[in-house]
């Protein structure tokens, strides 16, 4: 196992190749324009601060009011070890999101996964929706987040009626 010290070594060598603080720079723009863009063309949804993250993964809540009204939101997240964007519906607290995994446990949900109980867990149900993006095209893959997103709010207001 590495010490701490080696770690940090490695972290401080990868740093003076500068080519982490560029990408980190441009994902958090990214994020922070598509966060934006959202708040623009949805001002009837919540939407929470951007969550930087430790590089594991950056998100924002961008939650319709009667996602709200049950105490759920969605999260936008770009998962950085995976390099990919995902949706998660999620609850205001473990509670809410544990009664949330056994009410929609029954119902068929094959194109999404179903979160479990698990320390650590922060979501009821994930969705990949841009597996590789392409950032040289930042409004075509914020239009891509979007209509995704949209549809994945559309599908969990079905399974929740």
């Known amino acids: 196992m590495d010490s701490l010290n080696r770690q940090i070594n490695e972290y401080i060598l990868q740093l003076k190749k500068g080519h982490i603080q560029k990408a980190y720079k441009g994902i958090?723009?990214?994020?922070?324009s598509l966060?934006?863009?959202l708040e623009n063309k949805y001002p009837e949804y919540i939407i929470g601060n951007l969550y930087f993250g430790y590089l594991d993964m950056t998100y924002f809540a961008f939650t319709p009011t009667f996602l709200k009204q049950k105490k759920l939101k969605?999260?936008?997240?770009?998962l950085h070890e995976q390099g990919r964007f995902e949706v998660w519906l999620g609850g205001s607290n473990r509670k809410i999101q544990a009664e949330y995994i056994e009410r929609i446990s029954h119902k068929k949900i094959d194109k999404y996964k179903l979160s479990k109980i698990f320390p650590g867990v922060d979501s009821i149900i994930e969705s990949v929706?841009?597996?590789?993006?392409?950032?040289?095209?930042?409004?075509?893959l914020k239009l891509q987040i979007e209509c995704k997103t949209?549809?994945?709010i559309k599908d969990i207001n079905s399974m929740l009626d």
Do not use: G
């Open 150 to 152: 949209i549809e994945f």
């Open 35 to 37: 966060k934006s863009h």
């Open 129 to 140: 929706i841009i597996e590789k993006p392409d950032f040289n095209y930042p409004e075509e």
């Open 28 to 32: 958090m723009s990214f994020m922070s």
């Open 74 to 78: 969605i999260a936008i997240v770009f």
